[in-house]
């Protein structure tokens, strides 16, 4: 995989590691309107994301969104934003080094190379995969951190990856983790992070799991990210022990005026006071990394949103980040797959 144009490595060098490309959506380089201008233009212009025909959504992305959005989304990001600069790159970069320290605990220090690359912005999925091949990797093992399986994120990311290896004249074997909703490390680490929650805070009335959401039609033109965010609502509840009508499933971030998959988060917890609920927990399972949705979507929009039609008590559980079980799955994923 190494060498473009070189299909015979140097004699004397040692056994090449195993190359691990951890992978997430990605963020801007900064707060501001310009960062954001370039990021947004590349994410919108991936047609996994926004399926409308290319040349009706080229004019409406260079002529509405892209000089309109960059300016407001700025704005929100500066609410996040931190020394350590987007939370969201500062806690991947978190995981990929616990995640290299816990596979040389157990593979063997040079055996495995983790390496961090972004569908979007930096560090790029060209530079993770040239740093691998450098270091002569001939098998590459790929976890996108998007635990259920959705076209527009882990479909997105796998065409980026043929895109990126369409210039290596030696193609290593790959394998690629195409989700883990079910997977029992990562219940495990989801349910730790509750129980945390209920020894610290006590039992909500409703646990909320809020997911991103997907346009409707995706759904309905196979897109199986909705069975699957169903699928980890139903195990973490059944190892809880909890109720169905304890438990909410509910989709946030929509963008848009076509109808996405529902119930909203919005609208949801703005329902909950007038029927009696008033002390809520939410949970976003389909986040590896606190980010922009969670740190200010739900933790800032969605609590004003809630209190404001009467609820009381508004916890908000943090993803799973780089907690100690979070990265046991991981590792369990890809030793699972070496």
């Not at 909320?208 to 309905?220: A, D, I, N």
């Not at 006071?273 to 927990?281: H, M, S, W």
């Amino acid at each position: 995989m190494g060498f473009k144009g070189q299909t015979t490595p140097p004699h004397n060098l040692p056994e090449p590691p195993v190359g691990v490309l951890l992978t997430n959506l990605g963020t801007p380089d900064a707060p501001t309107p310009k960062a954001l201008r370039r990021y947004l233009r590349q994410f919108l212009s991936d047609p996994r994301v926004v399926e409308i025909p290319r040349l009706l959504w080229w004019f409406i992305l260079h002529l509405f969104i892209l000089p309109l959005r960059p300016r407001a989304s700025a704005k929100l990001y500066q609410q996040i934003w931190t020394d350590e600069g987007s939370p969201l790159l500062d806690i991947s970069r978190r995981q990929a080094g616990l995640l290299q320290q816990r596979l040389d605990s157990s593979c063997g220090e040079g055996k495995v190379k983790v390496v961090l690359g972004m569908r979007y912005g930096n560090p790029s999925m060209d530079e993770a995969v040239n740093e691998l091949a450098e270091s002569r990797a001939r098998h590459l093992v790929v976890l996108p951190l998007y635990p259920q399986y959705s076209g527009s994120t882990t479909g997105s990311t796998f065409d980026e990856l043929g895109r990126v290896l369409s210039d290596y004249r030696w193609v290593p074997k790959v394998s690629f983790i195409n989700g883990y909703q079910s997977h029992p490390a990562y219940i495990d680490a989801l349910c730790a992070s509750v129980h945390q929650h209920i020894q610290q805070y006590g039992l909500p009335q409703r646990w909320v799991f809020s997911y991103h959401g997907t346009p409707q039609r995706y759904l309905e033109q196979g897109d199986p990210y909705y069975c699957f965010c169903v699928q980890t609502t139903r195990l973490v509840r059944e190892r809880l022990g909890l109720d169905e009508w304890q438990v909410l499933t509910t989709f946030q971030s929509r963008f848009g005026k076509a109808p996405w998959l529902q119930p909203y988060t919005d609208k949801t917890l703005e329902s909950l006071p007038e029927q009696g609920v008033t002390n809520v927990a939410v949970i976003c399972p389909g986040f590896s990394s606190d980010c922009l949705e969670t740190l200010e979507e739900i933790e800032g929009e969605n609590f004003h949103a809630f209190i404001t039609a009467g609820g009381e008590q508004f916890h908000y559980i943090p993803c799973l980040n780089d907690s100690p079980g979070h990265i046991e799955m991981m590792a369990r994923l890809i030793e699972e797959n070496m």
